[in-house]
C-alpha cells in the first residue's frame, strides 16, 4: 500500500486533505489502542490479584499474556513469546507490578523465565538463575492457555510482541 502524503486530498473521498480529515482520526486511534492495553493489562493485574487474595484458583489471557493464581493466594503474570514471568501476588498480598510505559511501548520488568516440564511449572529468576518447582501452579490449565494463544496468532506476530533495546534508543 502506498504512502499517503499529508498535503494530498484524503482517500476517503472527502475532498479534504489527508492531514485535515482522517490522519488525525488515526493518530487518535493508536493513541487509544495503546492506553487500552494499558488500561486492560492494569485491570486485569488487579482481577488476578483479587482473586490471589480470595484464594481462588484461577486462569486467564489477555493477548500473549496469561494471569494465574492459586489458593494459597500466589499470582503470577506470564507472556509466552519469551516465557518471562513475574510474580503480582505472594499469600494473598498484592505486590507491586513493575511496568514502565512510554507513549509508544509498555515494558515490564520480568523477574523470572518459565517453562513447562514433565506436568511441572518452572520458574528460573533472571538474578540468581536459581530454578523452582511450582508444585501447585495449576500447570494443565496454563500449558492449555499456551497452546490457545500460540495457536490463536501467527508466529510472526508473535515475533513482533517485544521490541529490543536498539529500536527503544533508535527511535527516541
Given at each position: 500500500?502506498?504512502?499517503?502524503?499529508?498535503?494530498?486530498?484524503?482517500?476517503?473521498?472527502?475532498?479534504?486533505?489527508?492531514?485535515?480529515?482522517?490522519?488525525?482520526?488515526?493518530?487518535?486511534?493508536?493513541?487509544?489502542?495503546?492506553?487500552?492495553?494499558?488500561?486492560?493489562?492494569?485491570?486485569?493485574?488487579?482481577?488476578?490479584?483479587?482473586?490471589?487474595?480470595?484464594?481462588?484458583?484461577?486462569?486467564?489471557?489477555?493477548g500473549?499474556?496469561?494471569?494465574?493464581?492459586?489458593?494459597?493466594g500466589?499470582?503470577?503474570?506470564?507472556?509466552?513469546?519469551?516465557?518471562?514471568?513475574?510474580?503480582?501476588?505472594?499469600?494473598?498480598?498484592?505486590?507491586?507490578?513493575?511496568?514502565?510505559?512510554?507513549?509508544?511501548?509498555?515494558?515490564?520488568?520480568?523477574?523470572?523465565?518459565?517453562?513447562?516440564?514433565?506436568?511441572?511449572?518452572?520458574?528460573?529468576?533472571?538474578?540468581?538463575?536459581?530454578?523452582?518447582?511450582?508444585e501447585?501452579?495449576?500447570?494443565?490449565?496454563?500449558?492449555?492457555?499456551?497452546?490457545?494463544?500460540?495457536?490463536?496468532?501467527?508466529?510472526?506476530?508473535?515475533?513482533?510482541?517485544?521490541?529490543s533495546e536498539?529500536?527503544?534508543?533508535?527511535?527516541g
Amino acid at each position: 500500500m502506498a504512502r499517503i502524503g499529508r498535503n494530498e486530498l484524503c482517500p476517503c473521498g472527502s475532498g479534504i486533505k489527508y492531514k485535515r480529515c482522517c490522519l488525525r482520526q488515526q493518530a487518535k486511534a493508536a493513541a487509544t489502542a495503546m492506553g487500552q492495553l494499558k488500561i486492560s493489562l492494569l485491570a486485569e493485574i488487579e482481577r488476578i490479584q483479587a482473586a490471589a487474595r480470595d484464594g481462588e484458583e484461577a486462569v486467564r489471557e489477555l493477548g500473549v499474556f496469561i494471569f494465574w493464581s492459586t489458593r494459597s493466594g500466589d499470582a503470577w503474570l506470564l507472556e509466552i513469546t519469551e516465557n518471562d514471568a513475574v510474580q503480582v501476588a505472594a499469600a494473598g498480598d498484592a505486590l507491586a507490578v513493575p511496568i514502565d510505559e512510554n507513549p509508544e511501548t509498555i515494558a515490564i520488568n520480568w523477574s523470572h523465565t518459565f517453562a513447562i516440564r514433565d506436568r511441572k511449572l518452572f520458574l528460573t529468576a533472571y538474578e540468581n538463575k536459581e530454578e523452582t518447582c511450582l508444585e501447585s501452579a495449576p500447570t494443565q490449565r496454563i500449558n492449555a492457555a499456551v497452546r490457545r494463544i500460540r495457536k490463536k496468532y501467527p508466529p510472526e506476530l508473535l515475533r513482533q510482541v517485544h521490541v529490543s533495546e536498539e529500536q527503544t534508543v533508535g527511535a527516541g
